[in-house]
């Protein structure tokens, strides 16, 4: 089994910073593209940013400048650093782990999603 566990959402103000966390657990050689979505109340589901595992990166437009995803391979963890929130920023983000390799050759399952952690942005 693969599990990701994600950390670090909360309450922040207008023009603040979080810093949000997921870790990837199980029998993990190592994992394709990591990425976060987020959905906001009555929203469908979008993408935030991606990155690969050679550290190509994707981002929203809404989110261009001032988020900035990472990864660290060994540790099977991608970050999510989000700058300069605004209050449309608000909604729960999930971590997306897509092509996740139980051996250098092989896949053991497509993706993977989070429970999702809150981010509400709020005076």
């Known amino acids: 089994q693969v599990q990701l566990v994600e950390s670090g959402g909360g309450l922040v103000q207008p023009g603040g910073s979080l810093r949000l966390s997921c870790a990837a657990s199980g029998n993990i050689f190592s994992i394709d593209t990591l990425g976060w979505y987020r959905q906001a109340p009555g929203k469908e589901r979008e993408l935030v940013a991606t990155?690969?595992?050679?550290?190509?990166?994707n981002y929203a437009d809404s989110v261009k400048g001032r988020f900035t995803i990472s990864r660290d391979n060994a540790k099977n963890t991608v970050y999510l650093q989000m700058n300069s929130l605004k209050p449309e920023d608000t909604a729960v983000y999930y971590c997306?782990?897509?092509?996740?390799?139980?051996?250098?050759?092989?896949?053991?399952?497509?993706?993977?999603w989070g429970q999702g952690t809150l981010v509400t942005v709020s005076p």
């Open positions: 990155i690969t595992s050679g550290g190509s990166t």
């Open positions: 997306n782990a897509n092509g996740i390799r139980n051996t250098r050759y092989t896949y053991a399952y497509r993706e993977r």
